[in-house]
C-alpha cells in the first residue's frame, strides 16, 4: 500500500469481514419470531425452565434465578444466567434476584474454567431488541468461554459455527463442575 493512501496516523484501513447472514437474524429479530416472544406458558425461558434440567440443558437452579446451556452457543459452553421470573430490565429485578443473579454469573464462570478449562470468558448483557437481545423480555447475562486463538472465520464465509463437543456432554461437564451448593 502507498503511503498517500494511508490515513492519518499511519495506519492501514480496516478491513472488512461480510457475516450475511446477521440481515436474517436481525429482520427475525426487529419483526419478531414467534419461538422467541411470550406466549400464555411465558417467556422463551419460562418454557425452558418447566422442563426437566436434563431436556432444557439447564446446568444449576436457585429459588431466584438458573443456568441455561445455550442451545445456539457463540462458543462450546456458552452458558445464560436468568431470573426465574421474566424481568426485562436489570432494574426491575428485587434485591435478592439481583444478588442470586451475580452470585450465579461468578458461579458460571467457575463451572467453566474448571469443567472446560478455557482461557477467558466474555461476560455480558444485551438489554433490549436493539442491543441485541434475541429473547428481549427476559434479561440474561451471556457467559461465553474463551480459548486462545478460538476465533475463526467458519460464521463469516460458512455460516456455521464449530463446535467441539455435544451439547449433552458439555452439559454434563458444567453441572459436575458447578460450585456452589445450589446446584443438582
Same mark, same amino acid.
Given at each position: 500500500?502507498?503511503?498517500?493512501?494511508?490515513?492519518?496516523?499511519?495506519?492501514?484501513?480496516?478491513?472488512?469481514?461480510?457475516?450475511?447472514?446477521?440481515?436474517?437474524?436481525?429482520?427475525?429479530?426487529?419483526?419478531?419470531?414467534? @419461538?422467541?416472544? #411470550? &406466549? $400464555?406458558?411465558?417467556? =422463551?425461558?419460562?418454557?425452558?425452565?418447566?422442563?426437566?434440567?436434563?431436556? !432444557?440443558?439447564?446446568?444449576?437452579?436457585?429459588?431466584?434465578?438458573?443456568?441455561?446451556?445455550?442451545?445456539?452457543?457463540?462458543?462450546?459452553?456458552?452458558?445464560?444466567?436468568?431470573?426465574?421470573?421474566?424481568?426485562?430490565?436489570?432494574?426491575?429485578?428485587?434485591?435478592?434476584?439481583?444478588?442470586?443473579?451475580? @452470585?450465579?454469573? #461468578? &458461579? $458460571?464462570?467457575?463451572? =467453566?474454567?474448571?469443567?472446560?478449562?478455557?482461557?477467558?470468558?466474555?461476560? !455480558?448483557?444485551?438489554?433490549?431488541?436493539?442491543?441485541?437481545?434475541?429473547?428481549?423480555?427476559?434479561?440474561?447475562?451471556?457467559?461465553?468461554?474463551?480459548?486462545?486463538?478460538?476465533?475463526?472465520?467458519?460464521?463469516?464465509?460458512?455460516?456455521?459455527?464449530?463446535?467441539?463437543?455435544?451439547?449433552?456432554?458439555?452439559?454434563?461437564?458444567?453441572?459436575?463442575?458447578?460450585?456452589?451448593?445450589?446446584?443438582?
Amino acid at each position: 500500500m502507498a503511503d498517500d493512501a494511508r490515513p492519518a496516523g499511519g495506519r492501514p484501513p480496516l478491513d472488512h469481514l461480510w457475516a450475511g447472514w446477521r440481515a436474517t437474524y436481525l429482520e427475525r429479530a426487529v419483526s419478531g419470531d414467534a @419461538a422467541l416472544e #411470550r &406466549d $400464555a406458558a411465558g417467556t =422463551l425461558f419460562e418454557r425452558i425452565l418447566t422442563l426437566d434440567d436434563e431436556s !432444557g440443558r439447564i446446568v444449576a437452579r436457585g429459588p431466584r434465578c438458573s443456568v441455561l446451556l445455550n442451545a445456539y452457543p457463540y462458543a462450546n459452553g456458552h452458558l445464560l444466567v436468568v431470573p426465574n421470573r421474566a424481568v426485562a430490565e436489570l432494574h426491575e429485578l428485587d434485591d435478592g434476584e439481583h444478588a442470586e443473579l451475580w @452470585a450465579m454469573v #461468578r &458461579d $458460571a464462570v467457575a463451572a =467453566l474454567r474448571g469443567g472446560l478449562g478455557c482461557e477467558g470468558i466474555n461476560v !455480558g448483557c444485551n438489554l433490549g431488541r436493539a442491543a441485541g437481545a434475541g429473547v428481549p423480555d427476559h434479561l440474561h447475562v451471556h457467559c461465553v468461554p474463551r480459548w486462545a486463538g478460538d476465533t475463526n472465520f467458519m460464521t463469516a464465509v460458512a455460516d456455521a459455527r464449530v463446535l467441539p463437543q455435544p451439547l449433552a456432554a458439555t452439559w454434563r461437564l458444567l453441572r459436575e463442575a458447578w460450585p456452589s451448593a445450589v446446584a443438582p
